[in-house]
Nanobody, 117 residues
Framework: QVQLVESGGALVQPGESLRLSCEATGSVAFISAMAWYRQAPGKQREMVAAITSASRTSYADSVKGRFTISRDNADNAKKMLYLQMNSLKPEDTAVYYC????????WGQGTQVTVSS
């Protein structure tokens, strides 16, 4: 079992930056890939960025060049996943979810990001 808790969501203005964090606890030694997803009202959940255990990253076209995913594997008891979001746009407004895969996919409860003037 893996438990995921996201934090860092907020209301920001267009052009501002925000960093999301996700703390993974439990059977973290078995985690391979981790990712950030988001879901806007009335839309399907979409992958924003993903990172493998070898730190290979991938991004949705809509966030390339603006968002950066990273992970911290230094602690054997927990793993941290981050999403640095720069030059935020109103269309980035969504609930952002952290996911972790051990062969089974786990999800956090989500954190709200609202980009509005």
């Amino acid at each position: 079992q893996v438990q995921l808790v996201e934090s860092g969501g907020a209301l920001v203005q267009p052009g501002e930056s925000l960093r999301l964090s996700c703390e993974a606890t439990g059977s973290v030694a078995f985690i391979s890939a981790m990712a950030w997803y988001r879901q806007a009202p009335g839309k399907q959940r979409e992958m924003v960025a993903a990172i493998t255990s070898a730190s290979r990253t991938s991004y949705a076209d809509s966030v390339k060049g603006r968002f950066t995913i990273s992970r911290d594997n230094a602690d054997n008891a927990k793993k941290m996943l981050y999403l640095q979001m720069n030059s935020l746009k109103p269309e980035d407004t969504a609930v952002y979810y952290c996911s972790a895969t051990t062969g089974i996919e786990y999800w956090g409860q989500g954190t709200q990001v609202t980009v509005s003037s």
